[in-house]
């Protein structure tokens, strides 16, 4: 089964005003773009994600020109983050208007799971990909990693409420006793290789703010033949996670597929997915596969140059209600982290992420830089 993209006519912004309702059964949303809008299973040409919300008309409303987010996240620790050292962590999901736990029955299963945490340093190279497990106490889920590089690490908890049927992000910060290794800013670096494959990423058109770009995966073995063997991960044959130098602004992307894989499905050598940025810069970009039953991560840099601005964009949103940093359309939420009051000493209040320039009290959310704008 083919999947067509959108037509110019399907593709038209969320206005969902009392005086223009929307009939439900009509229309559909992206999850993670809730202002593409056409028929159920078309393509959304920013990310490649299947239109699968279905537009409602009561609570809508608050979706137009800005993304609506409900859920806070916090991170606690066991112990200080240390180099090559695993730690117990553990991730709690509140509501940001009721303050009740979060529990998976409040949440959509993307990809086949309901939380998927997206872990990174300051210097955006340790990345982790990660799924906590519920715990006994409600909205409590327990997670362990294994830090490679030292400072803070922060946390992107990408999950999709049940009540909006739209994508959030909640961010938290794991705080450290050491600085982070400086973030080094590179040219673009689009071919690596790991364990004997050798990954090439190209794009039908240089990188621009607000203009989806077509990206082709094309991975292939040492002798150059193209490499057909890659295994489901998710329910995809690679996830794409890019991470911009402000460190607080994350993409995840899936490669466009025609239907569900089952267990027995290969891809490659050719994966085809779709780049989508609305804040120019350095990105390190990261794909996650997985062969042979191990999961392995190919690491890319790319940068992004400041194209048209998509409208919305100067709305401001912060999670934590403290402070009102200017946020991106597509912003995720910045929110605290806690940690058990044993554990509260100096040690664990470096919030520094290994830029100075951006130090601030703990538990307060940072004030950005004139200009600076956050997204998914």
Avoid at 340 to 346: E, H, L, S, Y
Wanted: proline share 8%.
């Amino acid at each position: 089964m083919l999947i067509t993209p959108m037509t110019a006519a399907e593709l038209k912004p969320i206005t969902l005003a009392v005086e223009q309702p929307v009939t439900p059964g009509e229309r559909y949303r992206c999850a993670m773009h809730p202002e593409v809008v056409g028929n159920k299973g078309a393509i959304c040409p920013k990310c490649g994600m299947p239109l699968s919300s279905l537009v409602r008309v009561s609570g809508d409303a608050g979706l137009v020109g800005m993304r609506r987010y409900t859920i806070k996240a916090q991170v606690e620790t066991d112990a200080p983050l240390e180099v090559d050292q695993e730690v117990q962590a553990h991730l709690r999901l509140t509501s940001i208007t009721t303050g009740q736990p979060v529990t998976l029955d409040d949440l959509r299963e993307v990809h086949t799971r309901k939380i998927h945490l997206l872990l990174n340093d300051g210097s955006l190279i340790d990345y982790h990909h990660i799924h906590p497990t519920p715990s006994t106490i409600p909205g409590r889920y327990d997670f362990s990693f294994t830090p490679k590089m030292p400072g803070p690490y922060r946390v992107w908890a990408d999950l999709q409420p049940v009540a909006t049927d739209v994508q959030e992000f909640a961010m938290a910060l794991i705080l450290a006793d050491s600085h982070a290794a400086p973030l080094q800013r590179e040219p673009d670096r689009l071919t690596t290789s790991v364990n004997g494959l050798h990954y090439t990423l190209a794009f039908d058109r240089p990188l621009k703010t607000g203009e989806p770009a077509l990206g082709t995966l094309c991975v292939t073995r040492g002798d150059g033949n193209g490499f057909d063997q890659l295994e489901p991960v998710m329910g995809a044959f690679a996830h794409i996670v890019a991470f911009r130098e402000d460190r607080t602004t994350a993409l995840h992307i899936h490669p466009e597929i025609a239907r569900p894989l089952a267990a027995s499905d290969r891809g490659g050598p050719d994966l085809h997915f779709r780049f989508y940025a609305v804040k120019p810069g350095f990105y390190r970009l990261f794909v996650q596969v997985q062969r042979d039953g191990v999961q392995e991560f190919a690491s890319f840099a790319v940068n992004v140059a400041l194209g048209p601005m998509p409208p919305g964009s100067e709305k401001n949103n912060c999670s934590s209600g403290k402070s009102s940093p200017t946020v991106f359309h597509y912003g995720i939420r910045t929110t605290q982290i806690t940690l058990p009051k044993r554990r509260t000493g100096t040690a664990y209040r470096r919030e520094d992420d290994g830029d100075s320039s951006r130090q601030t009290s703990r538990g307060v959310c940072r004030q950005p830089e004139q200009g600076d704008r956050r997204q998914t």
